[in-house]
């Protein structure tokens, strides 16, 4: 069984409402310190990135802080959420570092223009509502389930998204990827597109207790192996007991393209240089932003974004804490390199490894 960190005190609450490629309206709430592209591009450069790390100065960055309420979109009300300010310069932030980063040369301007691997892997990630006009590239473990409930919702295939049922991910699903090329140029040009992006280490952290923790297919398919290669006789694990700091070292020596999507970076699932997203959601304002992009496709009023089934267990800051603070903070530096672009082009702070952090 995994490792059991301590109960968390509370669960997050959801955060309020905001937008990617245009600003909200912002009524209050104070600005956050946020990484700029600038900044990442100077720490890079001069090979400071793991120094800095070292001494906590890039998780003095902070992050963004869930609202005090959050309104419905079909409750009523009309009330400007508290945070909008902060949630206005998060956005700022993001669009100005993805402009910086895919307006370099190298990078791909289309998805034509990625190499064939790339471009399949974002192609069937891309889900399609032709009756809505939109495309959702769906991120595993930043509530994609939700959203293929919703697909299906606005496709006739489900009654509900309440509907009590095992998720079938592939059945009553449009993929861009299994369109004609000339289909696919059209949508991308003509469609709405977003995506919803989590805190890199909290996503890896998800999937980790999620998959080792919970499903015997993954154990057996990827635990197995992981135990195996990392652990001296390990050859009798049923794949149930990896560690966190086993599965990272597997992330470290896996290459990004052959990762399993649970936790390949976003960056590579998405390819938000290629594909220019008009909303990038937070995971951290869930609910706010999903009803802001559901009123964007003018979805009909009765569909709603699902509330968290029961058995859900959020990775509260507590855990994280505990995670990583017994984590070997080689691995977790080492490993920053490969989810770097997620952290920077996405504005989330770097971990906070430090000794005096640790010791709260």
């Known amino acids: 069984m995994l490792p059991r960190p ?5 669960g997050r609450r959801a955060a309020a409402a905001g937008r990617s490629r245009s600003r909200p309206r912002g009524a209050g709430g104070g600005t956050a310190l946020l990484p700029s592209m600038l900044m990442f591009g100077v720490i890079l450069a001069s090979s400071g990135l793991l120094l ?10 902070k992050p963004l802080r869930p609202a005090a309420g959050e309104p419905s979109r079909r409750g009523g009300g009309g009330q400007e959420a508290p945070g909008d300010l902060e949630y206005e310069v998060l956005q700022d932030v993001r669009n100005r570092t993805i402009r910086a980063v895919c307006g370099q040369r ?6 034509w223009e990625l190499p064939a691997g790339p471009r399949r892997t974002v192609l069937r990630h891309l889900l399609v509502s032709d009756k809505y006009r939109f495309l959702y590239c769906y ?43 000339d ?15 989590r805190n890199p280490v909290e996503r890896l952290l998800s999937a980790y207790r ?7 297919e993954y154990q057996q398919k990827y635990g197995v192996e992981i135990v195996r290669r990392y652990r001296k006789n390990g050859g009798n694990s049923a794949g149930d007991d990896v560690t966190f700091s086993e599965f990272l070292q597997y992330l470290l020596d896996e290459e990004v393209e052959r990762m399993n999507e649970h936790w390949m970076p976003i960056y590579n699932l998405c390819q938000p240089c290629a594909v220019r997203y008009d909303f990038i959601g937070s995971y951290e304002r869930l609910n706010a932003d999903a009803d802001y992009v559901l009123e964007r496709v003018q979805s009909p009023s009765f569909v709603r974004f699902p509330e968290r089934q029961s058995w859900y267990k959020p990775v509260t800051a507590e855990t ?4 990583l603070c017994n984590t070997q903070r080689r691995l977790i530096k080492e490993l920053l390199t490969k989810y770097i672009m997620d952290f920077s082009l996405f504005a989330y702070p770097l971990p906070n490894i430090t000794s005096e952090f640790c010791r709260q």
Request: net charge positive; aromatic share 12%; hydrophobic share 40%.
């Open 6 to 10: 301590p109960l968390p005190r509370g």
């Open 52 to 61: 800095m790390i070292e001494k906590g100065i890039l998780a003095e960055v």
């Open 106 to 111: 190298a990078m791909p301007r289309s998805v």
């Open 139 to 181: 991120v595993p473990k930043v509530a994609c389930s939700n959203w293929k409930r919703i697909l299906k919702v606005l496709d006739g295939a489900l009654e509900s998204v309440d509907v009590k049922l095992k998720m079938d991910h592939k059945s009553d699903l449009v993929f861009l990827g299994d369109m004609k090329p």
């Open 183 to 197: 289909e696919i140029s059209y949508r991308l040009k003509n469609y709405y597109k977003f995506i919803f992006v």
């Open 210 to 216: 999620n998959k080792f923790g919970e499903i015997k």
């Open 320 to 323: 994280l804490h505990y995670y």
